[in-house]
């Protein structure tokens, strides 16, 4: 199982030597992370709900997968709307705002029925967390029903459709 913990060892460290040349080494450069752009981060949280919905899945775990699983998929969406808003966008974790700001651009672009089901499904998320709190604190609730059910293959299949219109319009508006 690896080898023993060294509790003198930092968890940020200088990197190994030799690094690259093995596959012995598993990790990254913390601070060459700022690098990502805000697309990246965004697939990067979208990925990571998956993984966790799947394991979650795979293990019959739902109930302890479902804040991180949900956090993740709300930080990618507004990852998401930030990077296919034209310009600088404020620092905002508001996906209403998010939309406000997006909308303008997209107008007369898609098919009107394609902008509600979008606009629909992220105002889903806003209503169930207006401020990102609501999956990252034990003492945060989510908003509305506390009898709301998600069922995570549909959960899946909803967020991989809205990550993939957003790819889209991102593709278009740069």
């Given at each position: ?6 509790r ?7 990197p190994p ?10 990790g990254?450069f913390?601070?060459g992370?700022?690098?990502?752009d ?9 990925e ?10 795979d293990?019959r775990?739902?109930w302890e997968?479902?804040y ?6 709300r ?7 930030k990077a296919?808003?034209p310009?600088e ?13 997006l ?5 007369g672009?898609?098919?009107?029925a394609?902008i509600?089901w ?8 806003h209503?169930l967390d ?11 609730q ?16 909803m ?7 957003l790819?889209?319009i991102?593709?278009?508006?740069f």
């Amino acid at each position: 199982m690896g080898t023993p913990m060294d509790r003198s060892r930092s968890i940020f460290e200088e990197p190994p030597d030799g690094l690259g040349e093995e596959e012995l080494y598993f990790g990254t450069f913390a601070v060459g992370l700022g690098a990502m752009d805000r697309i990246e981060v965004a697939r990067a949280f979208a990925e990571a709900g998956d993984r966790l919905l799947d394991v979650a899945r795979d293990r019959r775990e739902s109930w302890e997968a479902a804040y991180p699983v949900l956090f993740c998929y709300r930080h990618a969406l507004e990852l998401n709307l930030k990077a296919v808003i034209p310009g600088e966008v404020k620092r905002n974790h508001k996906l209403d705002k998010l939309w406000t700001s997006l909308c303008p651009h997209i107008k007369g672009r898609y098919k009107a029925a394609d902008i509600r089901w979008l606009r629909t499904r992220v105002l889903e998320f806003h209503r169930l967390d207006p401020t990102a709190t609501a999956f990252r604190y034990h003492d945060s609730q989510p908003n509305g029903d506390p009898d709301l059910w998600v069922d995570f293959d549909n959960l899946k299949r909803m967020v991989q459709a809205i990550f993939g219109a957003l790819e889209r319009i991102r593709m278009r508006l740069f």
